[in-house]
């Protein structure tokens, strides 16, 4: 079956641009992770989804990075003013619930590049 | 507030070496303890996942350790092969859903 997917691969845009950043979770799975990993290290918790509703937004930076998942399904995160300091490869993960046993599977990740 | 750290961060070995790489963390109270391989550029693929009841995970040529009390976790990798040059990290979930990652072992098997 299909794992979870990122689009785009890579974004480069300009600093103070409107980025999004699109998530595609294993179907039926219901609790979405995002992720950010900058170069050398560990990737650093996002914001957690169960359904449609945030459960944990404490790992956003600022209020310049919103996530959406309206339908329970994919998700978007949105990231306002870019800055160069938000350069890093963007993850998401989701698992089958959020049971203390399920594994997240994660996507390719998307490299956001801001000049 | 749950620090996990990996050591070496770097590791070179010749092919067929059985090996071993470290993880710890600072707070006891895991819910579980993932281990996870990444490629160059590419995403996360778990390898293991260690309950907080359990004290070993094993998947063919990898076996995973817990020891909550010491705040340790191992994952030996036997008779390694090239194949297996990767970054590997390990994740604590301390019962918030959320994992907290090491920043990784760079693993490269020689041939």
């Known amino acids: 079956g299909a794992g979870v997917s990122q689009t785009p691969s890579n974004k480069v845009t300009e600093k103070g641009k409107y980025v999004e950043l699109r998530c595609d979770p294993i179907s039926g799975h219901t609790a979405l992770y995002w992720y950010r990993q900058s170069l050398g290290q560990g990737p650093e918790f996002l914001i957690y989804?169960?359904?449609?509703?945030?459960?944990?937004d404490s790992g956003l930076p600022n209020d310049r990075f919103f996530a959406v998942r309206p339908e329970g399904s994919v998700s978007t995160l949105k990231i306002q003013r870019t800055e160069r300091g938000d350069s890093a490869v963007y993850l998401c993960?989701?698992?089958?619930?959020?049971?203390?046993?399920?594994?997240?599977?994660f996507g390719p990740g998307t490299r956001l590049t801001v000049l | 507030k749950q620090e996990v750290t990996q050591i070496p961060a770097a590791l070179s070995v010749p092919e067929g070496e059985n090996l071993v790489l470290n993880c710890s963390f600072t707070?006891?109270?895991?819910?579980?303890l993932q281990w996870f391989r990444q490629d160059p550029g590419k995403g996360l693929t778990s390898l293991l996942l260690?309950?907080?009841?359990?004290r070993e995970q094993t998947s063919g040529r990898l076996n995973a350790s817990l020891d909550k009390s010491s705040g340790r976790s191992t994952l030996y990798i036997a008779a390694s092969q090239p194949g297996d040059s990767a970054t590997y990290l390990c994740?604590?979930?301390?019962?918030?859903?959320?994992?907290?990652f090491g920043t990784g072992t760079r693993l490269k098997v020689l041939a």
């Open positions: 993960a989701s698992s089958l619930t959020a049971g203390r046993t399920d594994t997240q599977y």
């Open positions: 994740a604590a979930d301390s019962g918030t859903y959320k994992y907290i």
């Open positions: 707070d006891s109270a895991i819910y579980n």
């Open positions: 260690i309950q907080s009841s359990q």
């Open positions: 989804f169960q359904g449609t509703g945030a459960a944990d």
